[in-house]
């Protein structure tokens, strides 16, 4: 067990971190919201309720699916996008998916290659776009939630101020939709970007994210090694 918890100290570091964070936005919110029902002249709800509601579930949304498009966009830019001396890109010249040989698939793979590595054919396709195809579908998926829960929330709120509801896309297409949704995209945007670029010119000792310290600015981890 202890072997087993060093090996997969990084997912259960930030599953932690995530499920502490989740839980604290939850107590947060619930007395949050507790105070704005009681502002309004409005019988508070239980936390069961409120972990339930749209009002909690377009939050948590709303943070997901900004998230996981920032690492299909990333995924996807650093199949054919370069930053010379960035550890977060391939170096220059590697640009594309690879071929067979580089990649370890179909009569290439090794002894110990996931099996769908091996097979060839719709198989290998399928597993070799995986991450890909999995984090779009995670992005779409939060993206549908936020929008279903941020229509309820809408509703509610214009229901309060005598205003007539929304449909789905008319909440889909109104300011406020878009307002939560690029506020959340620029500042993941921005995050990502100064990665790739801090990683060229700064460095940090014994983490994989960053190059060797002694390893000049314009050469990659990958070319370094």
Do not use: C
């Amino acid at each position: 067990m202890r072997r087993w918890i060093r090996d997969n100290g990084l997912s259960l570091f930030f599953l932690a971190l995530f499920l502490l964070a989740l839980i604290g936005q939850s107590i947060a919110g619930f007395f949050r919201n507790n105070a704005e029902l009681v502002d309004h002249g409005q019988p508070e709800i239980g936390f069961g309720q409120f972990v339930s509601s749209s009002d909690f579930l377009v939050d948590v949304a709303e943070n997901w699916q900004s998230e996981f498009l920032q690492f299909f966009l990333f995924i996807a830019a650093t199949i054919w996008f370069i930053q010379r001396g960035s550890p977060e890109s391939k170096k220059p010249g590697d640009e594309g998916p690879g071929d067979d040989a580089d990649q370890y698939v179909g009569s290439h793979a090794r002894d110990d290659s996931p099996p769908w590595a091996r097979m060839g054919g719709w198989r290998t396709m399928l597993y070799g776009n995986s991450l890909l195809i999995v984090m779009g579908a995670i992005f779409v998926l939060s993206w549908f939630a936020q929008s279903l829960a941020g229509l309820v929330v809408m509703n509610q709120e214009n229901a309060m101020h005598g205003a007539e509801a929304l449909s789905w896309l008319g909440y889909v297409g109104s300011p406020d939709f878009w307002d939560r949704t690029l506020q959340n995209w620029q500042s993941e945007f921005l995050a990502v970007g100064t990665m790739v670029a801090f990683s060229i010119y700064l460095r940090q000792r014994g983490s994989a994210e960053s190059k060797p310290v002694g390893v000049p600015h314009h050469v990659s981890s990958e070319e370094s090694d």
